[in-house]
């Protein structure tokens, strides 16, 4: 319908492509880009491509950085003995928001998922190997997700990398701060009570 | 967080600029650039120049175009005594989408609103009487939102631009299609029972 002008069709379709964009979202923000100051568009433009030409991996930890290594592998202060294990760069961004970490990390950027062709190899798993045989790494805590395959590939990682003298570790798990016993998953609850402790 | 990431940090908070877009989507979006061939993101960035530097207004309807005048101006089959004038370019879109109009169009980009100064020239309206004044328009179908702003609107354009021989209309309003009276608003509801009609 927006036919009659293709720009504006072809940024609509570009913003589509965007996780959780559907068409009515897309057209609306490709409308309001028109009624942006030129230069506002330009800085949203080069920080797009900044994002692809200087954002890299880091090649200890794979977290996102401009300088390799990344601030938490370069970090002198943060104990070499901890290692905590993470899905993404954003899940290494939650847990130093949330504070009282002080260990270094590695990201794998995904879960294993055989049927998609998504083995240890995709994951920087034997690069994880490595860090552990290197002998420094006290503790390695899994902080994948608590879903099906976050809890899978913690189960694979534990098997890989039971050692002596390697402490294995999971985040806990249980009802969250604000949690509401009404609206939480039966799952949570019943390991919850499970895993009760004395108060 | 990102801060140590400055480009991400860059890009979250020019997307964070648009609206309906929060931190947390802000961030889930860059990240999403991160993992994007260059290509792809090279083209959503041109695809946001370009809107900025093709489109214009139609210099008689004010809806957006990358010819002046609009395809709508232009095509010859549509009739010059139906004029209908909406708020914005997506309103024209979306009484295309619905079809069955085959008249001109004219882009108020607004409502009234005094307070945030924007009177009648803000709105293109200085142009709409000119072109209500060359004698062609024999209907005016004032197609401005069901709001507060929009009636408003609409009830000055009537003032400003009754005249013998100019019929106007305005949509009809009531139950929409599919509409379920039990989750619709009092207001279209009981001036739907107002202006009921023979069955």
């Known amino acids: 319908m927006l036919d009659s002008v293709p720009c504006l069709t072809r940024l609509t379709a570009q913003l589509r492509r965007f996780p959780g964009i559907g068409e009515k979202t897309a057209q609306r923000l490709a409308f309001f880009v028109l009624k942006q100051p030129r230069a506002q568009v330009a800085q949203l433009a080069q920080a797009l491509l900044d994002v692809k030409d200087k954002v890299v991996f880091c090649s200890r930890c794979f977290h996102v950085t401009e300088q390799d290594p990344c601030p938490f592998c370069r970090a002198p202060e943060r104990d070499d003995g901890l290692l905590c294990v993470v899905e993404q760069s954003q899940d290494l961004l939650a847990i130093e928001r949330g504070g009282g970490y002080r260990g270094r990390y590695h990201v794998l950027h995904g879960v294993l998922s055989p049927l998609d062709g998504v083995g240890p190899a995709e994951l920087n798993i034997p690069q994880l190997v490595q860090r552990v045989e290197q002998g420094e790494v006290r503790e390695l805590i899994v902080a994948t997700n608590f879903t099906m395959e976050g809890e899978a590939t913690a189960l ?40 009760r402790y004395e108060l």
């Open 156 to 195: 694979y990682l534990r098997r890989l990398l039971q050692r002596p003298g390697l402490r294995l570790t999971r985040l806990a798990h249980g009802v969250p701060t604000g949690g509401n016993l009404e609206y939480l998953d039966e799952s949570t609850l019943s390991g919850a009570m499970a895993r």
